[in-house]
């Protein structure tokens, strides 16, 4: 038989992340519970209804954000490019410095 020593981490760890894990999946169902809540209503005029509910809200949600996630992307872009010109002059001067003829 083998005995756990003070030393095995093994059982300590699982002690501690099983219950983590468990709270972060009981974290994360809510919020799918809430966008598949309109296919289980029966009547169809509430059911599409609370569709267009839904479509609206993320909507919003989403506007703002792809407008600035727009002018960032655009921003990150040039400023890569910039990077990359600065990084192409540097190369090109330390070549100019090379003796070709040797």
Avoid: H, W
Wanted: hydrophobic share 40%; glycine share 2%.
């Amino acid at each position: 038989m083998i005995a756990c020593t003070p030393k095995d981490k093994g059982p300590a760890i699982l002690k501690l992340l099983a219950p983590t894990l468990l709270a972060l999946m009981l974290c994360a169902s809510p919020a799918l519970a809430q966008t598949e809540q309109c296919r289980f209503i029966q009547a169809k005029p509430e059911r599409e209804a609370c569709y267009a509910r839904q479509e609206a809200a993320l909507a919003t949600k989403r506007k703002p954000a792809a407008n600035a996630d727009t002018r960032s992307a655009d921003t990150r872009t040039i400023e890569s490019l910039q990077q990359m010109r600065r990084d192409d002059a540097e190369v090109y001067r330390s070549l100019n410095g090379i003796c070709r003829g040797c």
